[in-house]
Structures are given as structure tokens and as C-alpha cells.
């Protein structure tokens, strides 16, 4: 592949470089530019462009991404769309992330052209979850490289995911006057919140009190009815001949290891009752914070009941205690101070409105400049989402993107640009989310061309998304039928963030596997002015 600048002229077959604009055409950044490309960058008197000339047995960057996406066949792990060299690879269900760090090595000094980046190994994932990244950096890779990168990449446990298992899980917690009813019963509850996402349930609690003798005929008691069995100490297990281990040995089990380095977590006891395996919770299990309890139990129920040596090797990592992690779990029911769950408001302005042009040639008038009372759709849109009680609002435009702009003068939006706005919907949702204040807890998704959107429907939303604690979608409907705004959490940011092509929120929906709530707030769900004589139904006045 031959990189650099190059006259105009002869640039017909080579790759752009780097986008450009030429009069009122966009050129993208890896378009193999033809002779009509030629002739427009000619005529708007462009002389020179930087370009990759390919040579042969070069293969571009995104067919190249996507053979070594057709040679990683995983199962449980799906390949998204290839674009700018790059295809992202996605969770199909909740399990545990495995990857083989010296084959992924191997992989990657292949050719530095060539990446492969993934997230951490025994990391617990979500359905619709990214769970690594195939990106080729330049424009086009030698076929001799890529070769060797389809044998490495296509070779048994390079990756893999293996989804949870369904359990009954056992709990057994001792009591002491010192430890109140209700932090065992937030300890159920939290426990059971843990268990979600593998779909495993609590099926049976014994209380009992502080002794090996007590705990070890609780666990003899429900061992048949339950796949693990996991137990909380009153006070804190100090010894490998402590209440909890010496209750399994009692119990006619073995201790097979007692602490791990990770912190917090290092109080952790792991042993077996016949073939039940058995948890001696630390104490930090008891918070939602990630915790070495949290590893111990991902690697269970997906199956992988963790030796004594695998948990010694968990020391690099394994500091949690000032580490920002994932969201913390919180318990159905738990009070929320509502001022800790602010909600942005994110406007989508910035798409081209081609419906509005039906069968003419002419340039349509666009919606969004469309008057309703005299005001231009975008800034009656606007001015509801300033007086519902969103923390902020930003507005993301695009085409006409300086008209857009001016209509909002005066008020207190943001306006973010997006200058890639004809790849489709999913990159106005990328730059709007990536604009968000880091304190947001939800991201309200409006549509700028719903002119029955007031600020009491958005109040509607917002609240109903404070009273779920943020973590949950909320969906505007009518009745049965589903339709727009939108309140994304702050988890499922991420998923936003990988979003491309014309795609919006519903694929997130589909994908996170996150509890949807839809609130009711009538037929403004569903009025949209996509075409002109729906500006028209709507009472709108049409204006370019």
C-alpha cells in the first residue's frame, strides 16, 4: 500500500484518506474515490488529495476486519457491522468473558496494522455487551498478513464466553445481638440482586445462630435442594477454623481454600458439601460494591468452580477498593434522594428530513423549521425540554446545522454539531451522550419533530425514571402501542456508544436486557411530522 498525497488526477481507484468537502459534497474517509469523485474535487479546483493506493494483495480495511470476524467462531459472541476498519464483537447472552491472553498477544504481533482489544478475562458481561474490538488501523493490510491473523484468530480459546447457569442458591447466615434483622434482610435482598443476572434464584434461607454446630446442620438440611450454598458470619471469618469453615467440615464437606488477594474480599472462605460448592461470604458481600465475592461466585455459575491456585492468581487486579467499577446493583425498593438521579435531555436535530422532498426535486422545506404559533418546531421542542425539570438540555444538529443553530439563539441549550450526520441516527446519539455531565444518571432521547411533546410529559418520564432508582429504560406509549421519548440509563451508555448506522435507542432496548417501563402520556407519544402534510395535520406552517 502506497500512502500519501497524490494530484486529483490520479487518485481514481485509491482510498480517501481523510474526509473532505467539496462544494456541497461530503466525501468519507475510506471511499474508494471513482472518476465522477474525480471530476467533482476537480471542479471545486481541489488539486491534491491524500490517498492509500492499494497494491496487489492488499485487502482494505473493512474487509479485511471483517474475514477476521468470519474466522472467530465463537459461540454466545456476535459480530456487529464492519465500518471505518473496525467491527465490534458483542455478548449474546449474560456469562463470563473469557480470553487467552497469550493468544490474543500473539495475535496482535502479528502486524501492528492489525489490533485485537478486549475486556478484561472472567469478566462478568451482559447481553448486547462489547466484549472486544477487531480494528485495523491503516487503510488496507497485506494479504500475507492478514493470512496469518485468520489462522491465529480462528484457533479454539482465543475467546470465548460461557454463559451462567441457572442455580438454586442456598443461604445460611448466623445471627449475634450486635447484627440487626434488618441488614440480614438487605443481605437476602442484595444477594438475590446478584443472582439476576444469571437468572438463578434464592431458594432457601436458614437464620441460625453464631456456632460451627448450628450452621453446619442448616447446610446438611438444604444441601439437596440447592446448586451452591452461600453463608454470611455474624462476625467476621478470621481462621481456617473459624464458625463457617469448621461448620462445612462439620457439615461432612472440605475446606478447600480460606482468604484470596483481592480487596476487598480477602475474608473469603471456598468449600464443598458433597457436590455443592459452599461460599464463606466476607463481610463486603453485603454491600453492592464489586467484590472479591463477586468473582468467586460470576466463575461458579458459569461453571467454573475456582482451585485454590486460580484464586491466589487473582492479586493483579485485584485491588477494588478505590476503583470506580460498574454500576452498583441496588435493591428493589431502596430510597433514592431523587436530587442524585439527574436527567439530560438530548434533542436530535440534525438528520436531513428527506421524507419532507416527496416525489420533488426541488430542496423541501424542513421540518424543523416548520412554525407551530409562530415558532420553529426545533425551538418549540427545545423550549419543552428547558421547562421540564431536566438538568440541562443539548441539542444535536447537523444539515443546515447554522440555521439550526440560530434558531435556538437565546436559549440555554447546548448545541453540538455532528458533522457525520448522514451515516444515520446512531452518531447524533453517540456525540449527545459523550456531551452528557458525568454526574447524569439518564439520558432523556428526544425526537426535535414531536410537536405534542410538552414539558409535563417529559416531567412524566423523568419522574417515573427517579422512582425506579435510574436503573431502568422508560419508554413514552399510548396506551399498548410503544413510541418516543426515551430515558436511558447511565448502564447502558456504553451500548450508545457502539451504536452505528442509522439506529437509535430501540436496538439498545432489545439488546441490554434492562427492565423497560412504559408510562402512558397519550397520543403526543406517537405524533411525529416526518412529511409534509403531516406538518400541515399537526398545525404546523411550512417554511424553508
Not at 452505528?500 to 397520543?523: F, K, M, P
Amino acid at each position: 500500500m502506497k500512502f500519501g498525497p497524490v494530484s486529483t488526477a490520479q487518485a481514481v481507484g485509491c482510498v480517501l484518506a481523510h474526509s473532505l468537502v467539496a462544494g456541497k459534497v461530503r466525501l468519507k474517509k475510506g471511499r474508494v474515490l471513482d472518476t465522477e469523485d474525480v471530476a467533482v474535487l476537480e471542479g471545486e479546483h481541489i488539486e491534491e488529495v491524500v490517498v492509500a493506493c492499494l497494491e496487489p494483495g492488499d485487502i482494505g480495511e473493512d474487509r479485511a476486519a471483517e474475514a477476521l470476524a468470519e474466522a472467530l467462531d465463537v459461540p454466545q459472541i456476535r459480530a456487529g457491522r464492519a465500518a471505518t476498519g473496525r467491527v465490534n464483537l458483542f455478548a449474546d447472552t449474560n456469562g463470563l468473558f473469557r480470553a487467552d491472553a497469550e493468544m490474543v498477544n500473539r495475535f496482535n504481533r502479528i502486524d501492528p496494522a492489525i489490533t485485537l482489544a478486549t475486556v478484561a478475562d472472567h469478566s462478568q458481561v451482559s447481553a448486547g455487551e462489547m466484549v472486544a474490538t477487531i480494528k485495523i488501523i491503516p487503510l488496507a493490510v497485506s494479504g500475507q498478513s492478514l493470512n496469518a491473523a485468520q489462522d491465529v484468530i480462528s484457533k479454539p480459546g482465543i475467546l470465548a464466553l460461557r454463559p451462567f447457569q441457572r442455580a438454586r442458591v442456598g443461604l445460611v447466615a448466623t445471627t449475634l445481638p450486635s447484627l440487626k434483622q434488618s441488614v440480614m434482610d438487605k443481605t437476602a435482598r442484595l444477594l438475590q440482586t446478584r443472582l439476576d443476572a444469571s437468572g438463578s434464584v434464592l431458594a432457601a434461607e436458614k437464620r441460625v445462630r453464631h456456632d460451627a454446630v448450628a450452621v453446619a446442620d442448616a447446610v446438611s438440611k438444604i444441601k439437596s435442594e440447592c446448586d451452591v450454598i452461600v453463608a454470611f458470619g455474624a462476625s467476621a471469618i478470621v481462621d481456617g477454623e473459624d464458625v463457617i469453615p469448621a461448620a462445612i467440615k462439620l457439615a461432612g464437606g472440605a475446606v478447600d481454600h480460606v482468604g484470596m488477594p483481592v480487596d476487598p474480599g480477602n475474608l473469603l472462605v471456598l468449600g464443598h458439601v458433597g457436590p455443592v460448592p459452599v461460599i464463606g461470604a466476607p463481610g463486603c458481600a453485603r454491600s453492592p460494591k464489586e467484590n472479591g465475592f463477586d468473582w468467586v461466585l460470576a466463575r461458579i455459575l458459569a461453571g467454573e468452580t475456582p482451585s485454590p491456585e486460580t484464586i491466589m492468581s487473582m492479586g493483579v487486579g485485584g485491588l477494588l477498593k478505590e476503583i470506580p467499577t460498574r454500576p452498583q446493583p441496588r435493591l428493589k425498593g431502596e430510597g433514592v434522594d431523587k436530587a442524585d438521579l439527574p436527567v439530560e435531555i438530548v434533542v436530535l436535530a440534525a438528520g436531513r428530513a428527506s421524507r419532507m422532498a416527496g416525489a420533488s426535486k426541488e430542496d423541501p422545506p424542513h421540518k424543523l423549521l416548520a412554525e407551530f404559533d409562530g415558532v420553529p418546531l426545533l425551538r418549540k421542542s427545545c423550549q419543552a425540554a428547558l421547562a421540564s425539570k431536566a438538568s440541562a438540555v443539548t441539542a444535536i444538529v447537523g444539515y443546515r446545522g447554522e440555521e439550526m443553530s440560530s434558531v435556538l439563539d437565546g436559549l440555554e441549550v447546548t448545541v453540538v454539531d455532528n458533522p457525520d450526520f448522514e451515516e444515520g441516527m446512531a452518531s447524533s446519539l453517540r456525540r449527545g451522550v459523550a456531551s452528557l455531565n458525568e454526574r447524569s444518571a439518564g439520558a432523556l432521547i428526544m425526537l426535535a419533530d414531536m410537536p405534542a411533546v410538552e414539558a409535563s410529559h417529559l416531567d412524566t418520564l423523568i419522574s417515573a425514571f427517579q422512582n425506579v432508582g435510574g436503573e431502568a429504560v422508560v419508554r413514552a406509549a399510548s396506551g399498548q402501542v410503544r413510541g418516543n421519548p426515551v430515558i436511558l440509563p447511565r448502564s447502558a451508555f456504553d451500548a450508545v456508544m457502539r451504536l452505528e448506522g442509522d439506529t437509535g435507542a430501540r436496538q439498545i432496548i432489545a439488546a441490554s436486557g434492562l427492565r423497560v417501563v412504559d408510562v402512558d402520556i397519550g397520543d403526543a407519544a406517537l405524533v411525529d411530522v416526518d412529511t409534509r402534510q403531516a406538518v400541515i395535520e399537526a398545525g404546523g406552517v411550512l417554511r424553508n
